[in-house]
């Protein structure tokens, strides 16, 4: 069988960059979760950009958009509750 050889210091290097990993969503308990929904939401009611919440608050993107969803929080209105003025027009060619 053929395996292949590994040099001692990319052996050094691979442990030095196991030692340093950290995983991108921190796991936290129930209580530590609900909190951090509800900054970003009090965050996403100023007024912060959703980049800046979710590196913030370390909070996944598609759980503060549900619950954003169910409370019915929304910076923009929909194209049906804008007024005919308010709607850009198409230029006509």
Not at 6 to 29: H, I, M, Q, S, T
Not at 85 to 90: F, Y
């Amino acid at each position: 069988m053929n395996r292949p050889i590994v040099k001692a210091k990319e052996f050094e290097r691979f442990k030095e960059c196991y030692l340093n990993w950290k995983p991108k969503f921190v796991k936290r308990g129930r209580e530590e979760n609900i909190r951090a929904l509800n900054n970003a939401i009090r965050l996403y009611r100023e007024g912060v950009s959703v980049n800046d919440i979710v590196a913030q608050t370390n909070v996944d993107l598609k759980k503060l958009y549900s619950v954003l969803r169910t409370q019915g929080l929304r910076r923009y209105k929909k194209a049906s509750e804008v007024g005919p003025a308010e709607r850009p027009r198409l230029a006509r060619l």
